[in-house]
C-alpha cells in the first residue's frame, strides 16, 4: 500500500495543464496495479476533444455540471447537482 497526496503530484510530471484543465495522475501505469486514477479539474465553459486508444475513462463530477458525448453522438450529463433530481 503507498499514498499520495495531491500537493506531491503537482510538484511532479504527474501533474498536467493540458489546456482545458489540469490532470493529477494519482496512480498510473508504472505503478503495476492494472488501471490508472487522475483526479482531473476542467475549465468551466470549455470544450475539448478528447481521443483514448488504450483505455476506457470514467468520470465523475463533485462540483457543477457538465457533458460528455461518446463516439456514438450520445450526451451524458454529469455533475453533483445532478444526483438530488
Same mark, same amino acid.
Given at each position: 500500500?503507498?499514498?499520495?497526496?495531491?500537493?506531491d503530484? /503537482?510538484?511532479? +510530471?504527474?501533474?498536467?495543464?493540458?489546456?482545458?484543465?489540469?490532470?493529477?495522475r494519482?496512480?498510473?501505469?508504472?505503478?503495476?496495479?492494472g488501471?490508472?486514477?487522475?483526479?482531473?479539474?476542467?475549465?468551466?465553459?470549455?470544450?475539448?476533444?478528447?481521443?483514448?486508444?488504450?483505455?476506457? /475513462?470514467?468520470?465523475?463530477?463533485?462540483?457543477?455540471?457538465? /457533458?460528455? /458525448? +461518446?463516439?456514438?453522438?450520445?450526451?451524458?450529463?454529469?455533475?453533483? +447537482?445532478?444526483?438530488?433530481?
Amino acid at each position: 500500500m503507498f499514498t499520495r497526496l495531491l500537493a506531491d503530484v /503537482e510538484k511532479s +510530471d504527474f501533474f498536467v495543464n493540458w489546456g482545458n484543465g489540469t490532470s493529477h495522475r494519482l496512480l498510473t501505469q508504472q505503478d503495476g496495479m492494472g488501471f490508472t486514477v487522475c483526479h482531473t479539474v476542467v475549465r468551466a465553459g470549455s470544450e475539448s476533444r478528447l481521443h483514448y486508444v488504450r483505455h476506457f /475513462e470514467a468520470c465523475y463530477c463533485i462540483a457543477g455540471t457538465g /457533458e460528455v /458525448e +461518446d463516439m456514438s453522438g450520445a450526451v451524458h450529463r454529469i455533475g453533483y +447537482d445532478l444526483c438530488a433530481q
